[in-house]
């Protein structure tokens, strides 16, 4: 996939950006996403504009500030306001990113391992609130949107773990093979990006997302 096909793609995030504006009025639960994607389009934004002018090491930077702040934003979104596994989560990421970013490597590098563990966070935490609301009997307002809210991090966060666990354990992999997986992370982006537009859509007024969290 050439640079123009790939920057297509990726700008499908513009519509839950735009969306997330259009619904920052709404609570300030919905606001923890709206946050998550207005940083996501910023940072595909400014990461696409440093490759085309071959600053790669800046866009590396961004991506990998991004784990962390992204990875912040979602446990705060999944857990409850005030939890010691929410405080826990994040502490424990913020370390584990430290580590590998700092101590371990440099920040310009591309580290697979913090974001490997974002992902699974990101993952394990979007699984149990699906199932949670599978198990819901009451017919809510929101429950569609929250359904493909999840549904749009589960997928993402699966092809994500797996390209960075490759990356991670082989770092000479087949260049042909790295551009085929690159290639899946950048549909499932899109696709998910197409799911959270119409969570978006979906999205009532009347019910705070937070209410459904366990």
């Known amino acids: 996939m050439n640079f123009t096909a790939a920057l297509f793609l990726s700008q499908i995030a513009i519509f839950p950006f735009l969306l ?3 619904k920052s009025k709404y609570s300030n639960e919905i606001n923890k996403l709206n946050t ?3 940083v996501s389009y910023i940072v595909e934004c400014m990461t696409a504009l440093f490759i085309k002018v071959k600053l790669y090491d800046y866009s590396t930077i ?6 962390l702040i992204s990875c912040i934003i979602l446990i705060s979104f999944f857990q409850k306001k005030k939890s010691n ?3 826990f989560l994040i502490a424990f990421f913020t370390i584990v990113w430290l580590t590998d970013n700092i101590i371990i490597h440099e920040l310009n590098k591309t580290n697979s391992f913090s974001r490997i563990v974002s992902n699974a966070i990101v993952f394990f935490l979007s699984i149990r609130l699906f199932y949670d609301i599978i198990m819901m009997k ?7 949107s929250l359904l493909f809210f999840t549904s749009g991090f589960i997928i993402d966060s699966i092809f994500r773990i797996n ?5 991670f354990i082989k770092k000479d992999i087949n260049i042909e093979l790295d551009k085929a997986i690159f290639n899946v992370i950048i549909f ?6 197409i799911l959270f537009t119409y969570a978006y859509i ?3 007024k009347q019910k705070k997302i937070q209410s459904y969290i366990s």
Do not use: L
């Not at 009451?138 to 569609?144: G, V, W």
């Not at 390209?163 to 990356?167: D, F, H, K, R, V």
């Open 202 to 204: 979906c999205f009532k």
């Open 163 to 167: 390209y960075e666990t490759i990356y």
């Open 36 to 38: 998550y994607f207005i």
């Open 85 to 87: 596994s929410k405080y």
């Open 62 to 67: 961004i991506g990998n500030i991004f784990i």
């Open 188 to 193: 499932s982006n899109a696709f998910a990006n």
């Open 138 to 144: 009451s017919n809510k307002t929101n429950i569609k």
């Open 20 to 22: 997330a504006i259009f």
